[in-house]
C-alpha cells in the first residue's frame, strides 16, 4: 500500500525473488526467481494464481502487455519467453484459491527464443504490444516482433553500441524509441525503426541498473550502483535533477503519475530503504 507503504508478503517461489511487475490494471503482479519459474498473484487477494516452468536457470526479468493477455520473461538460459494470460481466473476464483490455499494453474507457454549469446537482465514490451525488447549480459538489445495474435517472437533487430552489460530496457509511452541502462555508466536512446542510437546520456559514476520514461515520454529517471537517482531532459541530454538517498546501489525505481503534471519516485536499495 503506497500511502503508508506497507507490504503484504506473497510466499511461493523457492528461491530469491529477482524481479516483478504490475499489470496496466493493476490486478495482476508477476514475479521471476532464480528458482527457475514465473509467477503471477493476484494482487487484492495475494493469491499465486498460475506458475510458469519452463526455464532451466534463474528467471531476472518479466513484464507484462499493456494491451494483450501476454507476460514476457528473461532468463539466465538466454531465452525469452511469452506466457498466455487468457486463462487466468475471475476476481472470485482468484479469492476461492487464496481462501483454499490451491495450487496454481500453469501457465501456458506461447513462444521461446534463444536470443542472446548470454544471460538475459531485462525485458519490456512496447505500449502497443507488437514490439518487444530484451536486454543481455552480452552487451547487446534484441528487438523482437509479436505476431498478430501476440503468440510468437520473430527477431527484428539487434541494437549494439554498449561496452558493458544492459541491465535495463524501456519504451517511450509516445515516441519509437527505447532506452537502455548498461554497466557502461552510460543511458542510450535508440530509434527502433531505424535501429540506431540516437542520444547518449553521461552522468553515473557506476553501472545504471533501472530506468523509466516519465512525463509522457519527456523525461527519464534513472538509478544506479553509485546509490543516486537521476533526472534526464529528452531534449537536452541534460539531467537536470539528482537524488541522493541510498547509501547503497538503488535496484528498484518505479514512478507514480496523476495525469495532471505530478509524478512521484520510488526508489529500492541494498541498503534496505525504501524511498518516496
Given amino acids: 500500500e503506497l500511502g503508508a507503504l506497507r507490504c503484504t508478503l506473497l510466499s511461493g517461489h523457492t528461491d530469491l525473488v529477482l524481479a516483478v511487475d504490475a499489470s496496466a490494471d493493476g490486478r495482476w503482479l508477476a514475479s521471476a526467481s532464480k528458482d527457475g519459474t514465473v509467477r503471477v498473484w493476484d494482487a487484492a487477494s495475494g493469491a499465486c494464481v498460475a506458475r510458469g516452468v519452463g526455464h ?6 518479466v513484464a ?29 476464483a482468484a479469492d476461492a484459491a487464496a481462501d483454499a490455499d490451491a495450487t496454481p494453474a500453469s501457465l501456458p507457454l506461447l513462444a521461446s527464443e534463444l536470443g542472446h549469446a548470454k544471460e538475459i537482465n531485462a525485458v519490456a514490451l512496447a505500449p502497443n504490444d507488437r514490439l518487444c525488447a530484451s536486454g543481455s549480459q552480452d552487451k547487446s538489445i534484441k ?30 509511452p509516445v515516441d519509437k524509441v527505447l532506452a537502455s541502462a548498461s554497466g557502461d555508466m552510460t543511458i542510450k536512446v535508440w530509434s527502433v525503426t531505424e535501429k540506431g ?26 538509478s544506479g550502483s553509485d546509490g543516486l537517482v ?25 514512478a507514480v503519475e496523476d495525469g ?17
Fill in 64 to 92: 507484462f502487455g499493456s494491451r494483450s493477455p501476454v507476460l514476457l520473461s528473461g532468463s539466465k538460459d538466454k531465452t525469452a519467453k511469452l506466457w498466455d494470460l487468457r486463462q487466468l481466473p475471475p476476481p472470485a
Fill in 143 to 172: 528487438l523482437w516482433a509479436l505476431g498478430e495474435r501476440a503468440s510468437e517472437l520473430a527477431v527484428a533487430g539487434t541494437l549494439s553500441g554498449h561496452k558493458r552489460a544492459v541491465w535495463a530496457v524501456a519504451f517511450s
Fill in 197 to 222: 542510437c540516437l542520444r547518449t546520456l553521461e552522468g553515473h559514476t557506476s553501472s545504471v541498473l533501472k530506468l523509466r520514461f516519465v512525463r509522457r515520454g519527456a523525461q527519464l529517471v534513472s
Fill in 230 to 254: 537521476k533526472l534526464w531532459s529528452l531534449r537536452t541530454s541534460e539531467c537536470v535533477s539528482t537524488l541522493d538517498g541510498h547509501e547503497d546501489k538503488v535496484w528498484a525505481l518505479d
Fill in 56 to 61: 532451466v536457470a534463474a528467471v531476472g526479468a
Fill in 260 to 276: 495532471g503534471g505530478r509524478c512521484e519516485l520510488l526508489s529500492g536499495s541494498g541498503d534496505s530503504q525504501l524511498v518516496r
